[in-house]
């Protein structure tokens, strides 16, 4: 079945730093998606990208859809604590095909 | 609060009980999703509907997992005879219909179920 590669898997940057994680497929998507989980939570959705090559803003949050539509990346800048938690990208190869969901990058703040 | 709502949030069951979850979507989307999360892992797709029609569900579905959405509003989310392996987080999502809009699926808080 389809997968989605997330990395880095974790990471540890100090508040005010910028962040930069990624997202692979072996398979083509038309959408990608990436969600922040909080322990004991939903995921919450931060940004949608819908076409190869799509840069979409969301406050200090920038996500770029791949020229291949094999992958996604998300930055964050200016890090602060309340970055801290799980960071998923979701790819759909079509409006009627579910969500695919990688493994998570999670994100560890240091004051 | 206008977002996914489920409950209960928490569930405790002994191994060979029955379990219903329910989630309440936003309110004018019309297609409802169930996911299940283990630890270190990212949300695995079980089924969706669509208005109250059932479209797909996923091979993770077992034949103890049945899923209703009657009216086309609320769902409920039944699973019979637990078991250990199925301890997990049930999350629920909503989307829209909406052109263009029907990837954008938006989750509730989901319902932690513990099988001792």
């Known amino acids: 079945g389809q997968q989605l590669n997330q990395s880095p898997q974790s990471m540890f940057i100090q508040e005010g730093e910028d962040v930069s994680m990624n997202c692979t497929s072996s398979?083509?998507?038309?959408?990608w998606l990436w969600y922040k989980q909080d322990p004991g939570e939903g995921p919450v959705l931060l940004i949608a990208?819908?076409?190869?090559?799509e840069l979409t803003s969301n406050g200090r949050l920038t996500a770029q859809f791949g020229i291949t539509r094999k992958d996604s990346f998300l930055n964050i800048s200016a890090s602060i604590p309340s970055d801290v938690g799980i960071y998923f990208c979701?790819?759909?190869?079509?409006?009627?095909?579910?969500?695919?969901f990688g493994k998570g990058t999670r994100l560890s703040v240091i004051a | 609060d206008t977002g996914v709502s489920q409950d209960p949030r928490h569930k405790i069951t002994k191994r060979g009980q029955n379990v219903t979850f329910r989630c309440d979507p936003i309110s004018e989307h019309n297609r409802l999703y169930w996911y299940r999360q283990t630890l270190g892992q990212g949300p695995e797709f079980l089924t969706y509907f669509q208005n109250e029609a059932q479209l797909e569900k996923s091979r993770l579905l077992s034949d103890r997992f049945s899923a209703e959405r009657p009216k086309g509003s609320f769902s409920t989310l039944e699973i019979q005879r637990t078991e250990q392996g199925d301890s997990a987080m049930y999350l629920c999502?909503?989307?829209?219909?909406?052109?263009?809009?029907?990837?954008?699926?938006?989750f509730g808080p989901g319902t932690r179920l513990t099988v001792l």
């Open positions: 979701a790819g759909l190869s079509s409006g009627n095909t579910p969500l695919v």
């Open positions: 999502a909503s989307s829209s219909g909406r052109r263009g809009r029907v990837s954008e699926q938006f």
């Open positions: 990208l819908y076409k190869a090559g």
């Open positions: 398979s083509i998507f038309n959408t």
